[in-house]
């Protein structure tokens, strides 16, 4: 089946700072890729879709100007988690669409812990 | 709006054991369905894709039902094996919805103790 690789895994940085993680289409092109957020003992909830060559589109209550979003090739999305802040600790994950456009391939997630 | 709930919360059973764990949605338009494998700070691993007209599928000892109508799913685990310890979460993929707008269940934890 389809690759998704996310990056980094895990990652602890300090208030303020920028966290970006990327994702990746290992063995096919994407041209959607969709980001996810996973609160303790909550669901994962969509936050964003990334567009290649194009503006992301954000979910209701997601800032655009903190979650800063670029889709630049068929292969990559990062997500920019910036000035993060504790409340921003967070599971986030990305997936991709097969070519079907009815499954989806997940990425590894990538927990964030701002302290 | 759609809602997809997972019971139970979670689940330990000792090794060897049948078990099922049970998915709701509120809304039956719903295009397929799909269980995921959820280990610790990790990626999620589909397991079975159900889609609308489907009534089941299965892949070695699991098998995942779908009734559309009553907007219920289960998934069969046989003979369970401590390796199969992690949290599974249910999907649905509203009809006429992309990829991106899956809703998640809050997952069923299961523990199978050796």
């Known amino acids: 089946g389809a690759v998704v690789s996310q990056h980094p895994s895990r990652v602890i940085c300090k208030s303020g700072t920028s966290v970006k993680i990327e994702c990746r289409s290992l063995?096919?092109?994407?041209?959607?890729m969709f980001w996810y957020r996973q609160f303790p003992k909550k669901s994962l909830m969509l936050m964003a879709t990334s567009n290649e060559g194009s503006k992301a589109t954000y979910e209701q209550g997601v800032e655009k100007d903190k979650f800063l979003i670029n889709h630049a090739s068929l292969t990559l999305s990062t997500l920019t988690v910036t000035s993060a802040h504790p409340e921003d600790s967070s599971f986030y994950i990305c997936s991709a669409p097969g070519h079907r456009n009815t499954e989806a391939f997940f990425g590894q997630g990538t927990r964030l812990t701002v302290v | 709006k759609q809602e997809v709930t997972q019971i139970p919360a979670a689940l330990s059973v000792p090794e060897g054991e049948n078990l099922v764990l049970n998915c709701s949605f509120t809304?039956?338009?719903?295009?397929?369905l799909q269980w995921f494998r959820q280990d610790p700070g990790k990626g999620l691993t589909s397991l079975l894709l159900?889609?609308?007209?489907?009534r089941e599928q299965t892949s070695g000892r699991l098998n995942a039902s779908l009734d559309k109508s009553s907007g219920r799913s289960t998934l069969y685990i046989a003979a369970s094996q401590p390796g199969d310890s992690a949290t599974y979460l249910c999907?649905?993929?509203?009809?006429?919805?992309?990829?991106?707008?899956?809703?998640f269940g809050k997952g069923t934890k299961l523990s199978v103790k050796p």
């Open positions: 809304d039956s338009a719903i295009y397929n």
């Open positions: 159900i889609q609308s007209s489907q």
């Open positions: 999907a649905v993929l509203p009809y006429g919805g992309s990829q991106g707008n899956l809703i």
């Open positions: 063995d096919f092109q994407a041209t959607t």
